[in-house]
């Protein structure tokens, strides 16, 4: 399964998408649409508020259709987290030449403008989901947090998705950079519905943008390194691992402090396993390897 590790996209490959025209998307219904080369240039604006996820399909795929099904399956589900755009490769030959997409299905995220894969070839409904959970993380790590819209089937203007009330406040907050403010709302939305997995995920993204905020990365990996044994410094260093998509090293650097510290400190740093595991995702491998060690760590 292919990852992607870098929140600023600087690794080499990264497509700049800027010169390609820019008519009105198509539509295809909910939350996915059906595109051609014509309209990247409106994906990579939109990708700026929210996460693109880009599905390379062929009619002449056998196994195509049950993994493009799951992936439109859970990207509804997710309400607006992302939009999916669906290529013909045999209708749009030269995009995906221009992309080096050599076999089909391919599937890569846009998001800021930015183009990372994902994966290639068919996946259970599990490992897409798990994908799906680290574009959320990488696009909260960049201060990406809105809500694509939900369209409508035949029309070319895009519907208003529906809007969960209840994230109003918080969903305002991220998005004009108050992330304390953030937390606030998602710990009000707590205390009323304390074990909600999207509150849950929610107050735990809006804790780590706002802890980032103070971050000096150069400073935060020389205390790391010359300080082992200081639990606040290796609770940055991991909140900067986790931001940087270096998920399995945050982990492991936790989880061998965990192993070697007090009962108050060993409390400490499980709450923040915990609150990262939110973060990256449930459905993420490197979070249930983590977990089953974490239980072997504490007892």
Known sequence: MGTMTDPNFSRPGAVDLSSLAAPTLPTAGGYVVEVGEPDFQDLASLSTKHPVIVEFHSARDTSGPALSQALAELVNAGAGRYLLARVDVDAEPRLAQALQVSAVPTVVALIGGQLAPLFQGTRSREEIAAVLDQVAQLAVANGITGRATAVATGEQEAAEAPVDPRFEAADAALQAGDYALAVGEFDTLLAATPHDPEVVAGRAQAGLLQRSTEF???????????????????????????????????????????????????????????ELFEVVGRTDATVLKARRRLSTVLF
Do not use: C
């Open 216 to 274: 000096d990365p150069a400073a935060v990996v020389a205390a790391a390194s010359a300080r082992p044994d200081d639990v606040a410094a290796q609770l940055n260093a991991a909140d900067l691992e986790v931001i940087q998509g270096a998920t399995e090293q945050a982990f492991d650097r936790l989880l061998q402090l965990a192993a070697e510290v007090g009962p108050d400190e060993k409390e400490i740093i499980r709450l923040r396993i915990l």
